[in-house]
């Protein structure tokens, strides 16, 4: 079973800047994806970043520019730095590792850190 503990959020003021860690179990190449995702209050949760196990990664709109997704094999950790912060990234952030092939497909999610932006 795949754990992945997140940490690193918080408060911050529009304009400010936060980094989230999701420390995975096993080796962050083992999964065909690893990124992140945010749910806010009366909203689905929505991609922010991902990174496939060949490096390439994948930003939602909203964030391209502001946000850098990362990894550090060796620690199994994925990062999120997240730059020029907005009030509407507050939310609820969350880190998710899939796995898929043929007939299958595993994802597993971690319990989420809370993000705040103060305008």
């Known amino acids: 079973q795949v754990q992945l503990v997140e940490s690193g959020g918080g408060l911050v003021q529009a304009g400010g800047s936060l980094s989230l860690s999701c420390v995975a179990s096993?080796?962050?190449?083992?999964?065909?994806?690893i990124g992140w995702y945010r749910q806010a209050p009366g909203k689905e949760r929505e991609l922010v970043a991902a990174?496939?196990?060949?490096?390439?990664?994948n930003y939602a709109g909203s964030v391209k520019g502001r946000f850098t997704i990362s990894r550090d094999n060796q620690k199994y950790t994925v990062y999120l730095q997240m730059n020029s912060l907005k009030p509407e990234d507050t939310a609820v952030y969350y880190c998710?590792?899939?796995?898929w092939g043929q007939g299958y497909e595993n994802d597993w999610w971690g319990q989420g850190t809370q993000v705040t932006v103060s305008s």
């Open positions: 998710n590792a899939a796995q």
């Open positions: 096993s080796s962050t190449f083992s999964f065909d994806s």
């Open positions: 990174m496939s196990s060949d490096g390439s990664t």
